[in-house]
C-alpha cells in the first residue's frame, strides 16, 4: 500500500504560479514512475507531467515550457512547479505513483487561475 497527501493548491490570478508537493508512505520502494493529473469540470483526467524512477520527464503540450516535475527519492515526495498559470489550468490536481500492477491516487488539490 501507498498513500498520496499533496499540498500547495490555492487561487492564483493568471500568469502567477504555485508549487504542489506530494509526499509517498507506506511500500514507497515499490514505487515507479511518479506523476501528476488534472481534471477540470467535465473533462476527463489527463495526465500533466510525469516522472520516471531515473527522472526522465514527460508533459502534456499545454503545459511544456511552464510547468517543472520534481522528484526526491530520499523523501519520497514529487512536486510540480508551475508558472505563467493560465484559466484554462483550473482543475482539481492529483498525484499518482505508479506500482507494478496497480496505480495509487492523492486526495487532490484544487488549483483555481484566476483571469
Known amino acids: 500500500q501507498v498513500q498520496l497527501v499533496e499540498s500547495g493548491g490555492g487561487l492564483v490570478q493568471a500568469g502567477g504560479s504555485l508549487r504542489l508537493s506530494c509526499a509517498a508512505s507506506g511500500s514507497v520502494f515499490s514505487i515507479s514512475a511518479m506523476g501528476w493529473y488534472r481534471q477540470a469540470p467535465g473533462k476527463e483526467r489527463e495526465l500533466v507531467a510525469r516522472i520516471s524512477s531515473l527522472s526522465r520527464t514527460k508533459y502534456v503540450d499545454s503545459v511544456k515550457g511552464r510547468f517543472t516535475i520534481s522528484r526526491d527519492n530520499a523523501k519520497n515526495t514529487v512536486d510540480l512547479q508551475m508558472n505563467s498559470l493560465k484559466p484554462e489550468d483550473t482543475a482539481v490536481y492529483y498525484c499518482?505513483?505508479?506500482?507494478?500492477?496497480?496505480?495509487?491516487w492523492g486526495q487532490g488539490t484544487q488549483v483555481t487561475v484566476s483571469s
Open positions: 499518482a505513483a505508479e506500482v507494478v500492477g496497480h496505480d495509487y
